[in-house]
Structure formats: C-alpha cells, structure tokens
Nanobody, 124 residues
Framework: QVQLVESGGGLVQAGDSLRLSCAAS????????MAWFRQAPGKEREFAAA????????LYADSVKGRFTISRDNAKNLVVLQMNSLKTEDTAVYYC?????????????????WGQGTQVTVSS
C-alpha cells in the first residue's frame, strides 16, 4: 500500500520560508515521478512542482517559479519542497503525489497516489 506523508506546513508571515517534506513508502520511489500540488479554499487543486525519477528534470508552475525548489532523495524516499518568499496567495493545502511513469507532468490525472495534505497559511 502506497503511503505519502507530508509534513512541515504551518502559519508564517509573508516573506518567510517553509520546507515541506513528503515521506513515501509502499512504492518503488526511484521509479516514481513526484510532484506537489496545492488547493486553496474555494479553488481547484493546482500544480506547483514536479521532479523526474532521477531529479534531473523539474517543472514549476509560473506562480512559484524562482521562489520554490523541489528536490528528492531516492535513498531516503523523500521529496522536499523548499518555499521561499512566501506570499498570502500561497495559502493552501499542499499535497504530495506520485506517479510510476517516466515523464513528469503538470496534470493531476497523471498521478496515482496522494498524501493527506499539509496546511500552509501565509499571513500578511
């Protein structure tokens, strides 16, 4: 059974940083594309960042590019989203997702497994 467990969310002020982690189990992590999505209140879930199996290929949403960094440690089955210069519009529940595929994708339909989410709240 695949388990993705996010941690690191919290309440911060605009301009602060947060580091989200996702611990994966029950899957061949090194063979899985990993991604972060987010869902703000009253809005649809949206793509934030994705990283290929090797970590060499990365995609970011335009809204987070230059501020967020996704990385992975295949030895620890861990994917991390470092979020800097946070804005109030980054407030959302952040979800970790996994896909046993070769190509990274911005589409949520490409991802088979999801974590329970971690709340990030950015105050002004």
């Amino acid at each position: 059974q695949v388990q993705l467990v996010e941690s690191g969310g919290g309440l911060v002020q605009a301009g602060d940083s947060l580091r989200l982690s996702c611990a994966a189990s029950g899957l061949t992590f090194s063979q899985s594309v990993m991604a972060w999505f987010r869902q703000a209140p009253g809005k649809e879930r949206e793509f934030a960042a994705a990283i290929s199996r090797s970590g060499k290929n990365i995609l970011y949403a335009d809204s987070v590019k230059g501020r967020f960094t996704i990385s992975r440690d295949n030895a620890k089955n861990l994917v991390v989203l470092q979020m800097n210069s946070l804005k109030t519009e980054d407030t959302a529940v952040y979800y970790c997702a996994a896909a046993p595929t070769l190509l990274i994708s911005r589409s949520s339909s490409a991802y088979e497994s999801w974590g329970q989410g971690t709340q990030v709240t950015v105050s002004s």
